[in-house]
């Protein structure tokens, strides 16, 4: 069955643009915020951060994504794919590992906030013919409740009105919402593996500003749930981060991020915006 490709170069509204960038960069605030508590040297994760997001809009100006016959997906492989890689090295490797176990756990459950704005810019494509319906709160995408109850669920959490087993069902609940839509949204893109959304495929990822929705957002809320949920199933034991060498002064994954005590530079690049001490602790270890 061949895809309705009439609005293939259809452009979005500009305040649709508008709202989109707005959640991106409330995205990045939020993720920077994390690192933040996790007394990481911002600097690394934002320069990181800033490469990638501007290699997904010059795929798009060169119109890489816009062949759809590829196979596989060049946004699969490019866009989607580095995350998911490296989210699962982090998973793999005893050093990885030990910088997931430094997130906040209240952070990485405020950070579904974000699928608010998602959600409601998801609609208003839906109205402009650039993703199909069935990937909206009007259809068959519940995604939404999980960025409503996401404040609740972490201020129930810092105040201890939540416990884990709580705050593990919520993220586990959270994680198949998020997995239901992705599922959805990439089975109506237009490619060879299409599956859904002929009358109307989820055209709007293959263009600027959207494209950061499958290649920033989508995996940053993966990764919100992946790290809490296994703060929240590993043992008291496995959830202490790893001491750093006295001899080395760093960690093994992280020498630009981490020095000893989160230590950092005192000179130029080195101050940009250094972690707070002292603070109370969110997670399992505070509790």
């Given at each position: 069955m061949?895809?309705?490709?009439?609005?293939?170069?259809?452009?979005?509204p500009l305040?649709?643009?508008?709202?989109?960038?707005?959640?991106?960069?409330?995205?990045?605030?939020?993720?920077?915020?994390?690192?933040?508590?996790?007394?990481?040297?911002?600097?690394?994760?934002?320069?990181?951060?800033?490469?990638?997001?501007?290699l997904?809009?010059?795929?798009v100006?060169?119109?890489?994504?816009?062949n759809?016959y590829?196979?596989?997906?060049?946004?699969?492989?490019?866009?989607?794919g580095?995350?998911?890689?490296?989210?699962v090295?982090?998973l793999?490797?005893?050093?990885?590992?030990?910088?997931?176990?430094?997130?906040?756990?209240?952070?990485?459950t405020?950070?579904?906030v974000v699928?608010?704005?998602?959600?409601?810019?998801l609609?208003?494509?839906?109205?402009h013919?650039?993703?199909p319906?069935?990937?909206?709160?009007?259809?068959?995408?519940?995604?939404?409740?999980?960025?409503?109850t996401?404040?609740?669920?972490?201020?129930?959490?810092?105040?201890?009105?939540?416990g884990?087993?709580?705050?593990?069902?919520?993220?586990?609940?959270?994680?198949v919402?998020?997995?239901n839509?992705?599922?959805?949204?990439?089975?109506s893109?237009?490619?060879?593996w299409?599956q859904?959304?002929?009358?109307?495929?989820?055209v709007?990822?293959l263009?600027?500003?959207?494209?950061?929705?499958?290649?920033?957002i989508?995996p940053?809320?993966?990764?919100?749930?992946?790290?809490?949920?296994?703060?929240?199933?590993?043992?008291?034991?496995?959830?202490?981060?790893?001491?750093?060498s006295?001899?080395?002064?760093?960690?093994?994954l992280?020498?630009?991020?981490?020095?000893?005590?989160?230590?950092?530079?005192?000179?130029?690049?080195?101050r940009?915006?250094r972690?707070?001490s002292?603070?109370?602790?969110?997670?399992l270890?505070?509790r």
């Amino acid at each position: 069955m061949l895809s309705n490709l009439t609005y293939l170069d259809a452009p979005a509204p500009l305040w649709l643009v508008a709202v989109f960038l707005g959640t991106v960069l409330l995205a990045v605030a939020l993720l920077l915020h994390l690192c933040y508590r996790a007394d990481i040297w911002l600097l690394p994760p934002a320069l990181l951060l800033g490469w990638w997001l501007l290699l997904q809009g010059i795929l798009v100006y060169m119109g890489f994504y816009r062949n759809l016959y590829a196979v596989p997906p060049r946004l699969l492989v490019l866009g989607v794919g580095p995350p998911l890689v490296a989210m699962v090295g982090l998973l793999l490797t005893r050093s990885g590992r030990s910088l997931l176990a430094r997130f906040d756990l209240v952070g990485l459950t405020r950070l579904s906030v974000v699928r608010i704005p998602v959600e409601l810019c998801l609609y208003g494509l839906a109205l402009h013919h650039l993703v199909p319906d069935l990937i909206t709160f009007a259809d068959r995408n519940l995604d939404l409740a999980a960025g409503l109850t996401a404040p609740l669920a972490a201020y129930w959490f810092r105040g201890r009105l939540m416990g884990p087993r709580l705050l593990l069902l919520w993220h586990a609940g959270s994680l198949v919402l998020l997995l239901n839509v992705v599922v959805l949204a990439a089975g109506s893109v237009p490619t060879p593996w299409q599956q859904l959304g002929f009358s109307q495929p989820n055209v709007a990822v293959l263009h600027w500003p959207f494209v950061w929705l499958p290649t920033f957002i989508v995996p940053l809320v993966l990764f919100s749930h992946v790290a809490a949920l296994r703060q929240l199933l590993a043992s008291p034991h496995k959830t202490a981060p790893l001491q750093p060498s006295s001899r080395a002064d760093e960690w093994h994954l992280e020498p630009w991020f981490i020095g000893r005590s989160g230590s950092r530079g005192r000179t130029g690049l080195g101050r940009f915006l250094r972690a707070k001490s002292g603070r109370k602790p969110t997670g399992l270890a505070g509790r």
